[in-house]
């Protein structure tokens, strides 16, 4: 079958998980339908999907822990919008427009990786959440948890409530920080002289030190040569006698000796002159550092006071930054934060009360936007609940009414001030009920389906994955939820776990999964059907282990009105 969608699912690879050893599965554009017995396998496939976009893996998963266990979706992409989302996410398709998602499971670790990059399991699950919609056999429980059904409003109109929501919660935080603010701040005037005279004292214990910008890093220094002022000194005074004038065998003395030597012949030979020069200079550079010694040695005289009052500086120093920040900066910056508190306790009515007009305007600007943005999603729940009773007809519901009833919130909270829920009356003159108080099983599950194939059409998500939509229903429910998913199928890939033979005649592409002993071992393998197997499972699905040739037929006759109601 040609692809015409956005993207969707080519592949899915799985070895040594649970059951499965190694199962390789090609899906197809259309309607995806996965058939097997009780216990076959049916919900390993879903829980190897969901581990392979970002779920959790539960203990003992792998067949055989002495080995790797690999879970693979290759994805085919086609959209430039899809293929810009992912981008922002950090991961290109490749040039053939693919994206393979790997999660390898060794020595009880997971290594995720997108294209051979590696990621981690949120980035996966954040990437997977563009590629992939899946509805498990307990999602249709969040239909019964009221806090759930503005999160479906709000997930169907997520692009025209886009701006008003970020609009709101830009003012939900501003009145929040704010209002933090003047309740922290709210104080007696007994705390307040408290609070004042605290900082008074802080502030001037700070600037009483009268600090100096990288003061400590000069007084760190010196410190450190006072310190090891004798040793210095020793051993400069050393090298002085040494090199000076004052002993005989001083360099500056066997020096001058050479210089007297050399001046008592150097008219007898031109070259001796040149000799002559050149320890002249010498004696000049040894006179020049000599003078150079002597005055660092006599820099490094000081009396006990001087060392002290370094040594003191430097402890009060140590101690400011001990109590008020690790560098000077940190204690200079701290005071100056220090003076703007004491400004506004000192002027503390103005600031309360200039504080208190702030949240005043920030609640007004607060309760606009709540009400713009509860406006927009009555508007769109009017929409949505039209196009979820329209698909409900679709599905055996008759004359049913579907509704989204809003109370309103004492006060706004981080999503407004909606409290909103779904309502609903399947039978003719029964008073429209919240949803999470009436529905059963069966009919929460064509409610959730509903839900699902309007949310389709908003989502751009072109791949959509049933485990077992089809819980508690039968008979003609379990037709026209078949014929639903057909609909939904020409304009996305559907891929669906089903024990119902109606949604199975409709597949576009039938797989079955069955037990299978190998080599002494028990074993789940999957496989694409022919038309003539497809029957066959249909045929099982219609009459249990025994396949009768009444099943058979009817299986055929299925199949049949299944292609021409896909015509239509």
């Known amino acids: 079958m040609e692809y015409t969608g956005g993207h969707m699912l080519l592949n899915v690879h799985i070895k040594n998980i649970a059951l499965i050893e190694d199962a390789n599965i090609n899906f197809t554009d259309g309607l995806n339908i996965l058939t097997g017995e009780t216990g076959a396998g049916?919900?390993?496939?879903?829980?190897?999907?969901?581990?392979?976009?970002?779920?959790?893996?539960?203990?003992?998963?792998?067949?055989?822990?002495?080995?790797?266990?690999?879970c693979q979706l290759l994805f085919f992409i086609d959209d430039e919008s899809?293929?810009?989302?992912?981008?922002?996410?950090?991961?290109?398709?490749?040039?053939?427009?693919?994206?393979?998602?790997?999660?390898?499971?060794?020595?009880?670790?997971?290594?995720?990786?997108?294209?051979?990059?590696?990621?981690?399991?949120?980035?996966?699950?954040?990437?997977?959440?563009?590629?992939?919609?899946?509805?498990?056999?307990?999602?249709?429980q969040i239909?019964?948890?009221?806090?759930?059904?503005?999160?479906?409003?709000?997930?169907?109109?997520?692009?025209?409530?886009?701006?008003?929501?970020?609009?709101?919660?830009?003012?939900?935080?501003?009145?929040?920080?704010?209002?933090?603010?003047?309740?922290?701040?709210?104080?007696?005037e007994g705390e307040r002289k408290r609070k004042l005279e605290y900082i008074r004292f802080e502030a001037g214990e700070i600037e009483g030190a009268r600090l100096v910008p990288g003061e400590d890093e000069e007084l760190e220094k010196q410190y450190r040569k006072m310190v090891n002022a004798k040793d210095i000194v020793e051993a400069v005074s050393e090298v002085y006698s040494i090199t000076?004038?004052?002993?005989?065998?001083s360099a500056g003395n066997e020096i001058g000796r050479a210089l007297a030597s050399l001046k008592a012949i150097k008219g007898l030979d031109e070259e001796i002159e040149s000799i002559f020069s050149e320890l002249t200079n010498i004696d000049s550079l040894l006179n020049d550092f000599n003078v150079s010694v002597s005055d660092y040695m006599q820099s490094m005289e000081f009396d006990e006071s001087e060392f002290h009052e370094v040594e003191d500086r430097l402890n009060t120093i140590n101690n400011l930054k001990g109590k008020y920040g690790r560098t000077l900066d940190d204690v200079l910056a701290y005071l100056e934060q220090l003076k703007q508190?004491?400004?506004?306790?000192?002027?503390?009515?103005?600031?309360?009360?200039?504080?208190?007009?702030?949240?005043?305007?920030?609640?007004?600007?607060?309760?606009?936007?709540?009400?713009?943005?509860?406006?927009?999603?009555?508007?769109?729940?009017?929409?949505?609940?039209?196009?979820?009773?329209?698909?409900?007809?679709?599905?055996?519901?008759?004359?049913?009414r579907f509704d989204m009833?809003?109370?309103?919130?004492?006060?706004?909270?981080?999503?407004?001030?909606?409290?909103?829920?779904?309502?609903?009356?399947?039978?003719?003159?029964?008073?429209?009920r919240p949803l999470y108080e009436v529905a059963s099983g069966g009919e929460l599950s064509r409610i959730m389906l509903a839900i699902k194939s309007c949310m389709a059409s908003e989502d751009n998500i072109d791949t959509l994955i049933f485990d077992e939509i089809d819980v508690g229903i039968s008979g003609r429910a379990a037709s026209s939820v078949a014929a639903k998913l057909a609909v939904i199928s020409k304009a996305h890939q559907v891929i669906s776990i089903t024990h119902l033979p109606q949604i199975a005649a409709m597949a576009d592409s039938h797989y079955r999964i069955e037990k299978v002993v190998k080599d002494g071992k028990t074993i789940t393998q999957i496989s694409k059907l022919d038309r003539e197997e497809s029957v066959l499972e249909i045929a099982r699905l219609l009459g249990g282990a025994e396949i009768t040739n009444a099943a058979v037929e009817n299986a055929r006759d299925m199949k049949e009105l299944a292609d021409k109601a896909k015509i239509h």
């Open 341 to 400: 508190n004491e400004a506004k306790l000192v002027q503390y009515e103005e600031y309360a009360e200039e504080l208190q007009q702030k949240v005043k305007t920030a609640k007004k600007e607060l309760d606009q936007a709540a009400e713009v943005l509860s406006a927009e999603r009555k508007i769109q729940a009017k929409e949505l609940c039209k196009r979820v009773s329209e698909a409900l007809e679709d599905l055996s519901f008759n004359q049913i």
């Open 244 to 249: 000076g004038y004052n002993r005989n065998a």
């Open 405 to 432: 009833h809003f109370d309103r919130l004492t006060h706004p909270g981080t999503s407004g001030i909606d409290d909103c829920y779904f309502v609903v009356s399947t039978n003719v003159g029964e008073k429209e």
């Open 42 to 70: 049916k919900s390993i496939i879903m829980g190897a999907l969901k581990i392979g976009m970002g779920g959790k893996l539960p203990k003992d998963m792998l067949r055989d822990p002495e080995k790797e266990g690999f």
């Open 82 to 140: 899809l293929v810009k989302q992912l981008q922002e996410l950090g991961v290109t398709p490749s040039e053939d427009g693919e994206i393979i998602i790997t999660r390898r499971i060794v020595n009880g670790r997971t290594m995720n990786t997108i294209n051979d990059q590696t990621v981690t399991a949120a980035k996966l699950k954040d990437v997977s959440a563009l590629l992939v919609d899946m509805h498990a056999q307990h999602e249709q």
């Open 143 to 188: 239909l019964l948890k009221k806090a759930e059904h503005l999160n479906i409003m709000d997930k169907f109109a997520k692009r025209p409530l886009a701006s008003l929501k970020q609009k709101y919660e830009d003012c939900y935080k501003t009145f929040e920080d704010l209002r933090k603010e003047l309740e922290e701040g709210q104080m007696d």
